[in-house]
């Protein structure tokens, strides 16, 4: 099922917490509902504005690669669900099938496409919680910017909104040009 609400030019930082909050909720009640690891997808969208066209086709495209996937595994799939929301789109996935094989697919999905740098995979276990990259001994997600270590540069607002807005319009402007 999808759930789509118009663009919009930006959104709030009470909005974004809002929508935040809502989907830790769904996920809760999702993982309560199925007792399987859950997969949670949105987007890196720096700065106000979170859904616009190339946005939405950034989504689309990380739609298509995770249900591929998903498929080629043969992974069970319980149920899927995307919302197109001001706030950013989101999709979830609840899938019977161990976390750390899950999120190790879906790192290799963000570290193989072009706009996979894009794309946020959580994947979330019930009993153990979020599975991270830590758990499976792989390297931290890199700063579009510098390529240092990506929580270290947005938490201390290391470079200028407009310069990783930049790069992020350069990842999809790239892969525009070569499809």
């Given amino acids: 099922m999808t ?3 118009p663009a919009q030019a930006g959104v709030s930082l009470e909005d974004l917490l809002a929508a935040k909050e809502l989907r830790a909720q769904r996920q809760t009640d999702w993982l309560t509902q199925f007792s399987q690891p859950l997969i949670s997808l949105t ?19 990380a739609l298509q690669r995770a249900d591929v996937m998903l498929l080629q595994h043969g992974w069970p799939v319980l149920k899927d669900q995307v919302f197109w929301l001001p706030s950013g ?4 996935w609840c899938v019977a099938h161990p976390a750390a ?5 879906t790192v290799a999905l963000e570290q193989s496409h ?3 740098r894009l794309w946020d995979f ?8 979020v599975t991270g990259r830590r758990s499976l001994d792989l390297a931290s997600r890199r700063c579009l910017v510098c390529h240092g270590p990506a929580h270290a ?3 201390s607002r290391h470079h200028p909104l407009d310069q990783v807005i930049s790069k992020v319009e350069a990842l999809i402007d790239g892969w525009h040009r070569a499809h």
């Fill in 153 to 155: 540069c947005a938490r």
């Fill in 3 to 5: 759930i789509m609400t």
């Fill in 101 to 105: 094989e899950v999120k190790a697919a």
């Fill in 43 to 61: 987007l890196v969208t720096p700065g106000p504005v979170k859904d616009s066209v190339s946005y939405r086709q950034v989504m689309r495209e």
């Fill in 114 to 116: 072009a706009l996979g």
């Fill in 89 to 92: 789109a989101e999709a979830f």
């Fill in 122 to 129: 959580d994947v979330i276990c019930p009993q153990a919680g």
